[in-house]
Protein backbone atom coordinates (compact mmCIF):
# COMPACT_ATOMS: atom_id res chain seq x y z
CA UNK A 1 0.00 0.00 0.00
CA UNK A 2 1.21 3.77 -0.82
CA UNK A 3 -1.43 5.78 0.98
CA UNK A 4 -5.32 5.35 1.23
CA UNK A 5 -5.89 6.49 -2.27
CA UNK A 6 -3.11 4.41 -4.46
CA UNK A 7 -3.45 0.42 -4.07
CA UNK A 8 -0.24 -1.19 -5.99
CA UNK A 9 0.19 -4.92 -6.43
CA UNK A 10 2.44 -6.92 -8.05
CA UNK A 11 2.56 -10.27 -9.22
CA UNK A 12 5.25 -12.00 -11.70
CA UNK A 13 4.73 -14.30 -15.17
CA UNK A 14 6.85 -14.33 -18.35
CA UNK A 15 7.98 -13.21 -21.71
CA UNK A 16 9.04 -15.43 -24.70
CA UNK A 17 12.47 -14.40 -25.67
CA UNK A 18 13.61 -17.09 -28.57
CA UNK A 19 13.78 -20.50 -26.37
CA UNK A 20 14.39 -17.92 -23.27
CA UNK A 21 11.62 -17.15 -20.51
CA UNK A 22 12.57 -13.15 -19.41
CA UNK A 23 10.33 -12.62 -15.78
CA UNK A 24 8.08 -9.96 -15.93
CA UNK A 25 6.75 -8.14 -13.43
CA UNK A 26 3.41 -7.22 -13.69
CA UNK A 27 2.82 -4.34 -11.09
CA UNK A 28 -0.84 -2.90 -10.71
CA UNK A 29 -1.48 0.42 -9.66
CA UNK A 30 -5.18 1.72 -8.79
CA UNK A 31 -5.74 5.30 -8.03
CA UNK A 32 -8.16 8.10 -8.02
CA UNK A 33 -8.91 10.32 -10.82
CA UNK A 34 -10.79 10.05 -13.86
CA UNK A 35 -11.38 6.10 -14.73
CA UNK A 36 -9.42 4.20 -17.06
CA UNK A 37 -7.57 1.87 -17.76
CA UNK A 38 -4.07 1.89 -19.51
CA UNK A 39 -0.85 -0.71 -20.09
CA UNK A 40 2.18 0.73 -20.07
CA UNK A 41 5.85 -1.21 -20.35
CA UNK A 42 6.30 -1.77 -24.17
CA UNK A 43 3.38 -4.11 -25.03
CA UNK A 44 2.72 -4.62 -28.88
CA UNK A 45 -1.20 -4.67 -30.02
CA UNK A 46 -2.18 -7.92 -28.58
CA UNK A 47 -1.41 -7.36 -24.91
CA UNK A 48 -2.89 -4.11 -25.31
CA UNK A 49 -6.26 -5.25 -26.08
CA UNK A 50 -5.68 -7.16 -22.61
CA UNK A 51 -7.70 -4.15 -20.79
CA UNK A 52 -11.45 -5.72 -22.56
CA UNK A 53 -10.19 -9.45 -22.16
CA UNK A 54 -9.46 -8.96 -18.21
CA UNK A 55 -12.46 -6.65 -17.55
CA UNK A 56 -15.33 -9.05 -19.03
CA UNK A 57 -13.66 -12.19 -17.47
CA UNK A 58 -13.28 -10.85 -14.21
CA UNK A 59 -17.00 -9.48 -14.19
CA UNK A 60 -18.42 -12.93 -16.05
CA UNK A 61 -16.12 -14.85 -13.06
CA UNK A 62 -18.51 -13.07 -10.57
CA UNK A 63 -16.00 -10.63 -9.18
CA UNK A 64 -16.02 -6.90 -9.08
CA UNK A 65 -13.90 -4.95 -10.89
CA UNK A 66 -12.72 -1.42 -9.67
CA UNK A 67 -15.18 1.69 -10.58
CA UNK A 68 -14.68 4.84 -10.93
CA UNK A 69 -10.60 4.09 -10.30
CA UNK A 70 -7.41 4.91 -13.09
CA UNK A 71 -6.36 1.31 -13.53
CA UNK A 72 -2.46 1.51 -14.78
CA UNK A 73 -0.44 -2.02 -15.35
CA UNK A 74 3.05 -1.70 -15.37
CA UNK A 75 5.10 -4.80 -17.19
CA UNK A 76 8.30 -4.35 -16.33
CA UNK A 77 11.37 -4.47 -17.77
CA UNK A 78 10.06 -2.01 -20.18
CA UNK A 79 12.53 -2.58 -22.76
CA UNK A 80 11.64 -6.09 -23.16
CA UNK A 81 8.72 -6.21 -25.75
CA UNK A 82 5.34 -7.92 -24.80
CA UNK A 83 3.92 -10.00 -27.43
CA UNK A 84 0.34 -11.93 -27.15
CA UNK A 85 -1.91 -12.53 -24.53
CA UNK A 86 -0.11 -14.77 -22.30
CA UNK A 87 -0.18 -11.88 -19.92
CA UNK A 88 -3.71 -11.93 -19.16
CA UNK A 89 -4.36 -14.16 -16.73
CA UNK A 90 -1.33 -11.81 -14.54
CA UNK A 91 -2.93 -8.77 -15.35
CA UNK A 92 -6.64 -10.26 -13.73
CA UNK A 93 -4.89 -11.36 -10.75
CA UNK A 94 -2.69 -8.30 -10.15
CA UNK A 95 -6.17 -6.32 -9.99
CA UNK A 96 -7.34 -8.57 -7.58
CA UNK A 97 -5.25 -8.21 -5.45
CA UNK A 98 -4.62 -4.43 -5.39
CA UNK A 99 -8.48 -4.39 -5.21
CA UNK A 100 -8.50 -6.62 -2.05
CA UNK A 101 -9.98 -9.53 -3.11
CA UNK A 102 -6.79 -11.71 -2.90
CA UNK A 103 -4.34 -11.04 -0.47
CA UNK A 104 -0.73 -10.38 -1.51
CA UNK A 105 0.91 -13.49 0.33
CA UNK A 106 -1.89 -15.71 -1.90
CA UNK A 107 0.20 -14.64 -4.94
CA UNK A 108 3.94 -14.52 -3.81
CA UNK A 109 6.30 -17.29 -4.41
CA UNK A 110 3.77 -17.82 -7.85
CA UNK A 111 3.54 -17.15 -11.77
CA UNK A 112 0.69 -16.82 -13.93
CA UNK A 113 0.33 -17.46 -17.29
CA UNK A 114 -2.73 -17.93 -19.51
CA UNK A 115 -4.79 -15.91 -22.18
CA UNK A 116 -8.75 -14.93 -20.61
CA UNK A 117 -11.53 -15.33 -22.95
CA UNK A 118 -14.36 -13.27 -22.02
CA UNK A 119 -16.31 -15.48 -20.15
CA UNK A 120 -13.38 -16.20 -17.72
CA UNK A 121 -11.66 -19.34 -19.63
CA UNK A 122 -8.12 -20.09 -19.94
CA UNK A 123 -6.76 -20.46 -23.31
CA UNK A 124 -3.15 -22.45 -24.27
CA UNK A 125 -0.28 -20.22 -24.88
CA UNK A 126 2.98 -21.20 -26.49
CA UNK A 127 6.34 -20.78 -24.70
CA UNK A 128 4.83 -22.94 -21.65
CA UNK A 129 7.93 -25.31 -21.57
CA UNK A 130 10.73 -22.57 -21.15
CA UNK A 131 8.65 -20.51 -18.68
CA UNK A 132 8.17 -23.58 -16.34
CA UNK A 133 11.30 -24.81 -16.63
CA UNK A 134 12.59 -20.69 -15.14
CA UNK A 135 10.01 -21.11 -12.84
CA UNK A 136 11.17 -24.19 -10.94
CA UNK A 137 14.64 -22.87 -11.36
CA UNK A 138 13.64 -19.64 -9.41
CA UNK A 139 11.49 -21.97 -6.83
CA UNK A 140 7.58 -21.02 -7.31
CA UNK A 141 4.96 -22.59 -8.39
CA UNK A 142 3.56 -21.85 -12.06
CA UNK A 143 -0.33 -21.84 -12.89
CA UNK A 144 -1.39 -22.43 -16.40
CA UNK A 145 -3.89 -23.26 -18.29
CA UNK A 146 -5.34 -27.32 -18.12
CA UNK A 147 -4.47 -27.16 -22.25
CA UNK A 148 -0.64 -26.30 -21.55
CA UNK A 149 -0.97 -29.29 -18.49
CA UNK A 150 0.49 -31.99 -20.94
CA UNK A 151 2.99 -29.82 -22.18
CA UNK A 152 4.16 -29.10 -18.49
CA UNK A 153 4.01 -32.61 -17.68
CA UNK A 154 6.81 -33.51 -19.83
CA UNK A 155 9.12 -32.43 -17.21
CA UNK A 156 9.94 -35.22 -14.35
CA UNK A 157 10.78 -32.25 -11.86
CA UNK A 158 8.41 -29.22 -11.47
CA UNK A 159 5.63 -27.41 -9.59
CA UNK A 160 2.54 -26.62 -11.68
CA UNK A 161 -0.73 -26.46 -11.72
CA UNK A 162 -3.12 -26.43 -14.37
CA UNK A 163 -6.69 -24.38 -14.32
CA UNK A 164 -9.23 -23.86 -16.42
CA UNK A 165 -10.61 -20.63 -15.72
CA UNK A 166 -10.31 -17.70 -13.81
CA UNK A 167 -12.40 -18.65 -11.05
CA UNK A 168 -10.36 -21.74 -10.80
CA UNK A 169 -7.29 -19.81 -9.92
CA UNK A 170 -8.98 -17.36 -7.72
CA UNK A 171 -10.34 -20.08 -5.48
CA UNK A 172 -7.13 -21.99 -5.53
CA UNK A 173 -5.57 -18.57 -4.30
CA UNK A 174 -8.01 -17.92 -1.59
CA UNK A 175 -9.27 -21.60 -0.56
CA UNK A 176 -7.86 -23.82 1.83
CA UNK A 177 -8.18 -26.82 -0.71
CA UNK A 178 -5.43 -25.72 -3.72
CA UNK A 179 -5.08 -27.70 -6.88
CA UNK A 180 -3.21 -30.29 -7.57
CA UNK A 181 0.26 -30.26 -8.77
CA UNK A 182 0.47 -31.97 -12.51
CA UNK A 183 1.62 -35.26 -11.98
CA UNK A 184 4.66 -35.97 -14.24
CA UNK A 185 4.15 -38.19 -17.73
CA UNK A 186 5.13 -41.54 -17.10
CA UNK A 187 4.34 -41.93 -20.90
CA UNK A 188 6.87 -43.56 -23.06
CA UNK A 189 7.80 -41.31 -26.03
CA UNK A 190 6.16 -43.01 -28.88
CA UNK A 191 8.64 -43.79 -31.77
CA UNK A 192 7.83 -43.62 -35.22
CA UNK A 193 8.62 -46.28 -37.75
CA UNK A 194 10.98 -44.98 -40.45
CA UNK A 195 11.77 -48.07 -43.07
CA UNK A 196 14.56 -50.42 -43.03
CA UNK A 197 17.71 -49.44 -44.76
CA UNK A 198 17.13 -52.93 -46.44
CA UNK A 199 13.96 -51.68 -47.95
CA UNK A 200 16.32 -49.76 -49.73
CA UNK A 201 17.40 -51.69 -53.00
CA UNK A 202 21.16 -51.17 -54.30
CA UNK A 203 22.41 -47.79 -54.06
CA UNK A 204 25.76 -49.60 -51.84
CA UNK A 205 27.74 -46.49 -51.81
CA UNK A 206 24.80 -44.26 -50.91
CA UNK A 207 23.88 -46.75 -47.93
CA UNK A 208 27.62 -46.54 -46.58
CA UNK A 209 26.77 -43.14 -46.41
CA UNK A 210 23.43 -43.24 -44.62
CA UNK A 211 26.19 -44.89 -42.11
CA UNK A 212 28.96 -42.17 -41.93
CA UNK A 213 26.04 -39.46 -42.27
CA UNK A 214 24.64 -41.02 -38.71
CA UNK A 215 28.02 -42.38 -37.37
CA UNK A 216 29.83 -38.59 -37.63
CA UNK A 217 26.72 -36.19 -37.80
CA UNK A 218 28.03 -35.57 -41.53
CA UNK A 219 25.81 -33.63 -44.10
CA UNK A 220 24.87 -35.03 -47.43
CA UNK A 221 24.31 -34.60 -51.09
CA UNK A 222 22.04 -37.12 -53.14
CA UNK A 223 23.26 -36.63 -56.49
CA UNK A 224 20.68 -38.23 -59.06
CA UNK A 225 18.41 -38.77 -61.73
CA UNK A 226 14.55 -39.09 -60.65
CA UNK A 227 13.11 -42.57 -59.08
CA UNK A 228 16.55 -43.81 -57.49
CA UNK A 229 15.64 -43.46 -54.02
CA UNK A 230 17.03 -40.15 -52.85
CA UNK A 231 14.29 -39.43 -50.71
CA UNK A 232 13.71 -42.90 -49.86
CA UNK A 233 17.22 -42.73 -48.13
CA UNK A 234 16.74 -39.34 -46.49
CA UNK A 235 13.87 -40.86 -44.85
CA UNK A 236 15.90 -44.12 -43.12
CA UNK A 237 18.88 -41.91 -41.97
CA UNK A 238 16.08 -41.15 -39.16
CA UNK A 239 16.26 -44.80 -37.76
CA UNK A 240 20.07 -44.80 -37.69
CA UNK A 241 19.88 -41.87 -35.60
CA UNK A 242 19.70 -42.35 -31.31
CA UNK A 243 17.04 -40.56 -29.46
CA UNK A 244 17.75 -37.37 -27.94
CA UNK A 245 19.27 -37.56 -24.25
CA UNK A 246 17.61 -35.25 -21.66
CA UNK A 247 19.56 -32.15 -21.89
CA UNK A 248 19.20 -32.02 -25.91
CA UNK A 249 15.50 -33.04 -25.43
CA UNK A 250 14.51 -30.01 -23.40
CA UNK A 251 16.08 -27.73 -25.97
CA UNK A 252 14.11 -29.49 -29.12
CA UNK A 253 10.97 -29.70 -26.82
CA UNK A 254 11.28 -25.81 -25.90
CA UNK A 255 11.60 -24.67 -29.59
CA UNK A 256 8.47 -26.85 -30.69
CA UNK A 257 6.79 -25.37 -27.27
CA UNK A 258 7.52 -21.58 -28.60
CA UNK A 259 6.32 -22.57 -32.19
CA UNK A 260 3.14 -24.61 -30.61
CA UNK A 261 3.89 -27.59 -32.39
CA UNK A 262 5.53 -29.32 -29.23
CA UNK A 263 3.61 -32.93 -28.36
CA UNK A 264 4.48 -34.96 -25.36
CA UNK A 265 4.43 -38.06 -27.16
CA UNK A 266 6.72 -37.31 -29.30
CA UNK A 267 8.73 -34.30 -27.40
CA UNK A 268 12.08 -36.71 -27.30
CA UNK A 269 11.89 -37.90 -30.85
CA UNK A 270 14.16 -36.42 -33.28
CA UNK A 271 12.29 -35.71 -37.12
CA UNK A 272 12.35 -34.87 -40.62
CA UNK A 273 11.43 -31.14 -41.98
CA UNK A 274 11.30 -31.05 -45.47
CA UNK A 275 10.02 -27.79 -46.57
CA UNK A 276 9.16 -27.04 -50.37
CA UNK A 277 11.35 -25.05 -52.58
CA UNK A 278 8.83 -22.32 -52.84
CA UNK A 279 9.83 -21.57 -49.02
CA UNK A 280 10.90 -18.17 -48.15
CA UNK A 281 14.12 -17.11 -46.18
CA UNK A 282 12.33 -16.00 -43.37
CA UNK A 283 10.06 -19.54 -43.36
CA UNK A 284 13.88 -21.26 -43.59
CA UNK A 285 15.82 -19.48 -41.10
CA UNK A 286 12.97 -17.60 -38.90
CA UNK A 287 11.57 -14.30 -38.66
CA UNK A 288 8.59 -12.53 -38.65
CA UNK A 289 7.42 -10.54 -35.83
CA UNK A 290 7.57 -11.74 -33.21
CA UNK A 291 10.22 -13.46 -34.24
CA UNK A 292 9.52 -17.34 -34.35
CA UNK A 293 12.10 -19.99 -35.44
CA UNK A 294 11.83 -21.12 -38.81
CA UNK A 295 12.67 -24.64 -40.70
CA UNK A 296 16.24 -25.30 -39.31
CA UNK A 297 15.17 -24.48 -35.66
CA UNK A 298 12.42 -26.80 -35.98
CA UNK A 299 14.96 -29.35 -37.51
CA UNK A 300 17.18 -28.57 -34.37
CA UNK A 301 19.25 -31.50 -33.37
CA UNK A 302 17.48 -33.86 -35.94
CA UNK A 303 16.85 -33.33 -40.03
CA UNK A 304 16.21 -31.24 -42.57
CA UNK A 305 15.56 -32.46 -45.89
CA UNK A 306 15.85 -30.46 -49.37
CA UNK A 307 14.84 -32.08 -51.98
CA UNK A 308 15.31 -30.60 -55.81
CA UNK A 309 18.02 -28.48 -54.25
CA UNK A 310 18.50 -25.75 -57.32
CA UNK A 311 14.59 -24.90 -57.18
CA UNK A 312 15.27 -22.86 -53.99
CA UNK A 313 15.81 -19.88 -54.52
CA UNK A 314 19.70 -19.10 -54.47
CA UNK A 315 19.51 -16.40 -51.49
CA UNK A 316 17.34 -18.62 -49.75
CA UNK A 317 20.10 -21.50 -49.95
CA UNK A 318 22.74 -19.03 -48.95
CA UNK A 319 20.85 -18.26 -45.19
CA UNK A 320 21.96 -21.44 -44.55
CA UNK A 321 25.64 -20.71 -44.23
CA UNK A 322 26.21 -19.16 -41.45
CA UNK A 323 23.75 -21.49 -39.26
CA UNK A 324 25.31 -24.63 -40.33
CA UNK A 325 28.93 -23.45 -39.41
CA UNK A 326 27.58 -22.08 -35.81
CA UNK A 327 25.03 -24.13 -35.37
CA UNK A 328 22.59 -21.39 -34.02
CA UNK A 329 20.94 -18.54 -36.20
CA UNK A 330 20.50 -14.68 -35.21
CA UNK A 331 17.31 -12.67 -35.65
CA UNK A 332 17.93 -9.29 -35.70
CA UNK A 333 14.84 -6.34 -35.16
CA UNK A 334 14.70 -3.12 -34.34
CA UNK A 335 15.65 -2.52 -30.59
CA UNK A 336 15.96 -6.55 -29.71
CA UNK A 337 17.41 -9.79 -31.33
CA UNK A 338 16.64 -13.23 -30.43
CA UNK A 339 18.46 -16.31 -31.12
CA UNK A 340 17.40 -19.73 -31.65
CA UNK A 341 19.70 -23.34 -32.20
CA UNK A 342 19.83 -24.72 -35.18
CA UNK A 343 21.92 -27.51 -34.93
CA UNK A 344 20.32 -29.49 -37.59
CA UNK A 345 21.91 -32.44 -40.00
CA UNK A 346 21.14 -31.27 -43.59
CA UNK A 347 20.18 -33.53 -46.31
CA UNK A 348 19.97 -32.57 -50.26
CA UNK A 349 18.95 -33.64 -53.45
CA UNK A 350 19.19 -32.79 -56.60
CA UNK A 351 18.87 -33.84 -60.73
CA UNK A 352 22.23 -33.36 -62.56
CA UNK A 353 20.31 -32.12 -64.96
CA UNK A 354 17.54 -29.44 -65.68
CA UNK A 355 15.78 -32.26 -67.58
CA UNK A 356 15.99 -35.08 -65.21
CA UNK A 357 17.25 -37.58 -67.79
CA UNK A 358 21.05 -38.12 -66.97
CA UNK A 359 23.16 -41.32 -66.28
CA UNK A 360 26.55 -40.09 -65.41
CA UNK A 361 27.43 -39.37 -68.86
CA UNK A 362 26.75 -35.94 -70.77
CA UNK A 363 25.29 -38.43 -73.73
CA UNK A 364 22.75 -39.45 -72.34
CA UNK A 365 21.19 -36.05 -70.99
CA UNK A 366 18.71 -34.02 -73.28
CA UNK A 367 19.88 -30.45 -71.77
CA UNK A 368 23.07 -29.29 -73.05
CA UNK A 369 26.53 -28.89 -70.84
CA UNK A 370 25.68 -24.55 -70.88
CA UNK A 371 22.39 -25.42 -69.71
CA UNK A 372 22.96 -28.05 -66.97
CA UNK A 373 26.17 -25.77 -65.82
CA UNK A 374 23.17 -22.94 -65.44
CA UNK A 375 20.93 -25.07 -63.49
CA UNK A 376 23.40 -25.88 -61.07
CA UNK A 377 25.28 -22.73 -60.84
CA UNK A 378 22.48 -22.02 -58.69
CA UNK A 379 23.86 -23.89 -55.94
CA UNK A 380 26.76 -21.50 -54.46
CA UNK A 381 30.46 -22.83 -53.89
CA UNK A 382 30.46 -21.66 -50.61
CA UNK A 383 27.21 -23.83 -50.01
CA UNK A 384 28.52 -26.86 -51.09
CA UNK A 385 31.92 -26.42 -49.51
CA UNK A 386 29.65 -26.77 -46.34
CA UNK A 387 28.27 -30.28 -47.25
CA UNK A 388 30.86 -33.46 -46.44
CA UNK A 389 29.24 -35.74 -48.62
CA UNK A 390 28.16 -35.58 -52.46
CA UNK A 391 26.75 -38.96 -52.97
CA UNK A 392 26.08 -40.54 -56.25
CA UNK A 393 22.56 -42.04 -56.87
CA UNK A 394 22.61 -43.72 -60.30
CA UNK A 395 20.13 -45.66 -62.20
CA UNK A 396 20.64 -49.28 -61.88
CA UNK A 397 18.83 -51.24 -63.92
CA UNK A 398 20.39 -54.49 -63.69
CA UNK A 399 19.11 -54.52 -60.03
CA UNK A 400 15.34 -53.93 -61.30
CA UNK A 401 16.06 -57.79 -62.98
CA UNK A 402 16.50 -59.24 -59.85
CA UNK A 403 12.90 -60.74 -58.49
CA UNK A 404 12.33 -58.84 -55.50
CA UNK A 405 12.49 -61.01 -52.35
CA UNK A 406 12.04 -59.28 -47.93
CA UNK A 407 15.32 -59.10 -46.77
CA UNK A 408 16.48 -59.02 -43.31
CA UNK A 409 16.13 -56.08 -41.26
CA UNK A 410 19.50 -53.87 -41.30
CA UNK A 411 18.72 -50.83 -39.39
CA UNK A 412 19.09 -52.43 -35.67
CA UNK A 413 22.50 -53.72 -36.40
CA UNK A 414 23.72 -50.55 -38.36
CA UNK A 415 22.14 -48.60 -35.19
CA UNK A 416 24.29 -50.47 -32.85
CA UNK A 417 27.35 -49.54 -35.04
CA UNK A 418 26.59 -45.67 -34.95
CA UNK A 419 25.60 -45.90 -31.08
CA UNK A 420 29.26 -47.47 -30.72
CA UNK A 421 30.68 -45.22 -33.07
CA UNK A 422 29.43 -41.88 -31.23
CA UNK A 423 30.47 -43.04 -28.37
CA UNK A 424 34.03 -43.44 -29.19
CA UNK A 425 34.02 -39.33 -30.53
CA UNK A 426 32.21 -38.80 -27.42
CA UNK A 427 34.57 -40.39 -25.30
CA UNK A 428 37.99 -39.62 -26.85
CA UNK A 429 36.83 -36.03 -27.73
CA UNK A 430 34.17 -34.90 -26.54
CA UNK A 431 31.83 -33.90 -29.65
CA UNK A 432 30.89 -35.67 -32.75
CA UNK A 433 33.47 -35.73 -35.90
CA UNK A 434 31.18 -32.96 -38.06
CA UNK A 435 31.55 -30.78 -34.92
CA UNK A 436 35.34 -30.70 -34.64
CA UNK A 437 37.12 -27.60 -34.43
CA UNK A 438 39.62 -26.46 -37.04
CA UNK A 439 42.01 -26.08 -33.87
CA UNK A 440 41.42 -29.73 -33.07
CA UNK A 441 42.04 -31.56 -36.12
CA UNK A 442 45.71 -31.76 -35.58
CA UNK A 443 44.96 -33.73 -32.50
CA UNK A 444 42.19 -35.92 -33.46
CA UNK A 445 43.24 -36.47 -37.51
CA UNK A 446 46.56 -36.59 -37.77
CA UNK A 447 47.99 -37.61 -40.93
CA UNK A 448 51.56 -39.04 -41.77
CA UNK A 449 53.95 -36.78 -44.25
CA UNK A 450 52.96 -39.30 -47.33
CA UNK A 451 49.12 -39.52 -46.51
CA UNK A 452 49.17 -35.74 -46.07
CA UNK A 453 50.62 -35.15 -49.22
CA UNK A 454 48.09 -37.39 -51.06
CA UNK A 455 45.66 -35.09 -49.75
CA UNK A 456 46.72 -32.52 -50.86
CA UNK A 457 47.27 -33.39 -54.66
CA UNK A 458 43.63 -34.57 -54.28
CA UNK A 459 42.46 -31.33 -53.05
CA UNK A 460 44.71 -29.46 -55.41
CA UNK A 461 43.01 -31.88 -58.46
CA UNK A 462 39.25 -30.90 -57.26
CA UNK A 463 40.36 -27.21 -56.53
CA UNK A 464 38.74 -27.24 -53.28
CA UNK A 465 38.52 -24.75 -50.95
CA UNK A 466 40.78 -25.35 -46.61
CA UNK A 467 36.72 -25.56 -45.53
CA UNK A 468 36.67 -28.98 -47.68
CA UNK A 469 39.79 -29.64 -46.75
CA UNK A 470 38.95 -29.94 -43.10
CA UNK A 471 35.34 -31.39 -44.01
CA UNK A 472 37.46 -34.50 -45.54
CA UNK A 473 39.74 -35.07 -42.31
CA UNK A 474 36.28 -35.10 -40.31
CA UNK A 475 34.66 -37.65 -42.77
CA UNK A 476 37.85 -39.73 -42.78
CA UNK A 477 37.71 -39.79 -38.87
CA UNK A 478 34.18 -41.10 -38.80
CA UNK A 479 35.33 -43.82 -41.62
CA UNK A 480 38.54 -44.63 -38.79
CA UNK A 481 35.97 -45.03 -35.84
CA UNK A 482 33.44 -47.26 -38.07
CA UNK A 483 36.89 -49.50 -39.28
CA UNK A 484 38.06 -48.99 -35.39
CA UNK A 485 41.24 -47.49 -36.33
CA UNK A 486 42.94 -45.35 -34.11
CA UNK A 487 45.22 -43.18 -36.74
CA UNK A 488 43.44 -42.53 -40.09
CA UNK A 489 44.86 -43.72 -43.08
CA UNK A 490 45.16 -43.64 -47.15
CA UNK A 491 42.51 -46.11 -47.37
CA UNK A 492 39.96 -44.00 -45.43
CA UNK A 493 41.30 -40.74 -46.85
CA UNK A 494 40.69 -42.26 -50.27
CA UNK A 495 37.21 -43.55 -49.27
CA UNK A 496 36.24 -39.67 -48.25
CA UNK A 497 37.33 -38.64 -51.32
CA UNK A 498 34.99 -40.84 -53.15
CA UNK A 499 32.10 -38.94 -51.72
CA UNK A 500 32.96 -36.08 -54.53
CA UNK A 501 30.25 -36.63 -57.11
CA UNK A 502 29.04 -33.37 -57.77
CA UNK A 503 32.51 -32.45 -58.47
CA UNK A 504 33.78 -34.92 -60.59
CA UNK A 505 30.11 -34.15 -62.72
CA UNK A 506 31.21 -30.12 -62.68
CA UNK A 507 35.13 -31.42 -63.85
CA UNK A 508 33.27 -33.35 -66.94
CA UNK A 509 31.05 -30.53 -67.81
CA UNK A 510 34.02 -28.13 -67.85
CA UNK A 511 36.06 -30.47 -70.28
CA UNK A 512 33.16 -30.39 -72.50
Request: charged share 20%; aromatic share 4%; net charge neutral.
Amino acid sequence: MAGKAVSIARVFTRATQGIEAPQVSVEVCLAGGLPGFAVVGLPQAGVREARDRVRSAILASGYSFPKATKITVNLAPADLPKYGARYDLAIAIGILVADGQISERAVAGREFYGELTLNGDLREVTGILPAVLRCRDEGREAVIPLDNAEEAAALTVQQCVAAISLRDVFEHLTSPSPLPYIKPSTEKPQLTPHGDIADVIGQEQAKRALLLAASGGHHILFVGPPGTGKTMLAQRLLGLLPPLDERDGLDVAAIRSVSGTLRSAHWQQRILRAPHHSCSAAALVGGGSPPQPGEISLAHRSLLFLDELPEFARHVLDSLREPLESGHVTISRAGHQVTYPAQFQLICALNPSPCGHFDGTLASARATPDQIMRYLGKLSGPLLDRIDMQVDVPRQPDVLKQQHQQADPVTPVWRDYVREARATQLERQGCLNSELKPSQLAEFCKLDDDDHQFLVAAIEQFKLSHRAYHRLLRLARTIADLADAEMISRTHLAEALSFRALDRLLQQLHAS
